[in-house]
Structures are given as C-alpha cells and as structure tokens.
C-alpha cells in the first residue's frame, strides 16, 4: 500500500512540475512549438527551402498529341507496324535548354533516339517536350528510354504488332 501511494505522490509531483510556471498560456505552447518546428507565427511554413532538383516526372507512348503536348487518353500499350509513335516527356524544375532525349530499344538494339531541349516550363515548373517517331516495322516489344542531360531517367514499354 505504501509503494501505492509513494507512485502517486511522485505522479503528483511531475504532474505539477509539467504544468510550468503558473499562469501558462496556450499561446506558450503555440510559440515554443512554432520554433522547434522552425516555421512562422502566422503558419507560413518551413523557414528552410527543399531543394528543387529538375528531373524526369513521366513519359507517356501514345497515338495523339494534344496542343499541351502530352498524350491523348492516357497513352497506348500496343501500335500496328503502320503507326507512328509518339512519345511525351515531361520534366520538372529542369532548366530551360537542357537536353532531353528519347531512345527506342528492341531487346538489346537501339532502334531510333531523338534528342530535344526542354522549353520553358509552366507556373508550376512542368515542360512537355513531345518527340514523334516514324512507324516501327519490326513487330516486338519496346522500350521507350528517356535520358536528362545524358542521365538515364525512366522508361515505358510498348509492343509493335506485325
């Protein structure tokens, strides 16, 4: 029973030592937690900047272009020997006039590569830089690989039927 009560003595004693001095003020808190986060009183956000690294965000294969320049109706998986392909790079916060390319790669043959500059981006740091492709005759499945700045970003697969 003693042990009991020296446990809720000593609760007691750091409950009371928590409280602080008297007369605290959710304002305190609010003011304290605003440094140790490092953002502002009137919640305007982090006082440090993130780094914005320009890269690769997508590349879309399809049919139709739109006048953004990005694919119609969410790409397309397959193109008859006929078809031209078109690709659809998008990038962001990448410096205008960099270099962007597209390579087309059958198994372990590189079959076309277009390289382009990437045009001033939107408000929001987004370019759309579109790369069209003559039809492929050879029936099999693609690789469409894009490199930013000689750097190898992503790719997307696509079949050429006979």
Excluded: W
């Excluded at 304290?32 to 009137?42: D, E, I, N, P, Q």
């Excluded at 006082?47 to 969410?74: C, E, F, Q, Y």
């Excluded at 960099?98 to 740091?125: C, E, H």
């Amino acid at each position: 029973m003693t042990r009991s009560a020296t446990v809720l003595v000593l609760a007691a004693l750091l409950a009371l030592a928590a409280c602080g001095r008297k007369g605290a003020r959710s304002s305190d808190f609010d003011s304290a937690t605003t440094t140790a986060l490092g953002t502002s009183a009137s919640g305007s956000g982090a006082t440090t900047s993130t780094p914005k690294v320009g890269h690769v965000m997508a590349i879309d294969v399809g049919h139709l272009l739109n006048p953004a320049n990005r694919i119609v109706v969410g790409g397309a998986a397959g193109f008859g020997a006929s078809d031209s392909v078109l690709a659809s790079v998008r990038t962001i916060y990448a410096s205008p006039g960099t270099a962007v390319s597209v390579r087309l790669r059958l198994k372990d043959q590189t079959v076309d590569s277009i390289g382009s500059r990437i045009p001033p981006a939107d408000s929001t740091g987004v370019a759309a830089i579109p790369f069209r492709f003559g039809p492929l005759k050879k029936g099999g499945s693609y690789q469409a690989e894009v490199f930013l700045d000689g750097k190898f970003q992503m790719a997307e697969a696509f079949t050429v039927g006979p």
